[in-house]
């Protein structure tokens, strides 16, 4: 059973596999009124759980562990491993997910801290997080339309390739040809943890920005004015939802792959956020 579909059906829901993914609730369905209130959320796994999030995985028990070492900050960290095989609702993925977070005209902070695994060996894109665009249900759309919802990659994204951090964006929810990179790539030294944060205001047009901070430094361009990067980022008033992990799409990974996230948060200031 694809968990997506079962957004469609029901407020809120819980599913257990047969491959072991378990999804449980999230929340009510998306709604096109400007300025919702978000939920805050702390994912620093410190309570030695990953029951705060949905899950995009093959086997929890192997592809997401929450470990003692290494760890960014306090006793936990995630261990996530992405191996050739684990293919998950038409993708190569190993990922956990946030709703709620990613509404329409509301401005948001996302923070979290990231360290590739000194043995990775891949050099083809892996994209360790996302904010996915979701189906507006007012309006009729559900997770399998025609033509396919997803045929593209979503609207923001940080994509690890070859040793460098990219922030694309994307500019159409119904082709792969609009995407694009926001500022310069960045150096991602492996086996050493990384801080990311990112504030973004959601939206349909051009007033919608994302600006970026790496290890508490802007690596979105400057404008003239500031480092906000001035773009639409929402598809539709639904608004869009958070991942992160690893994901591949449709190319299939050479080797098993590890990357370590610890201190996973949302909230309305950089202060609230930043590791």
Known sequence: MNFLKILTKSYRFSVSFSL?????????????????????????????????????VKDTLFNTKIVTSPVRKGNYALKNTLRPDDFVNNGYRTELAIYNCAKYKTEVFYGFSFMVDADYQDTAYNLICQWQDLPNYNQGESWEPTPVLHGSPPPISLTYVNNKLEIKMNDSPSTSNKTFLVGEAQYIQKGVWQDVVAHIYWNDDKTAFIEFWLNGDLITPFNGTDYKFYHRNLFNRAGNYFKFGQYRGKNKTAHANTIFFDEVKVGSTYLEVAP
Not at 38 to 52: C, H, K, R
């Open 20 to 56: 072991g993914i378990f999804v449980s609730a999230c929340g009510k369905l998306p709604t096109p009124e400007p300025g919702q209130a978000f939920e805050n959320f702390v994912g620093d796994f410190e309570d030695n759980s990953l029951s705060a999030f949905h899950f995009l």
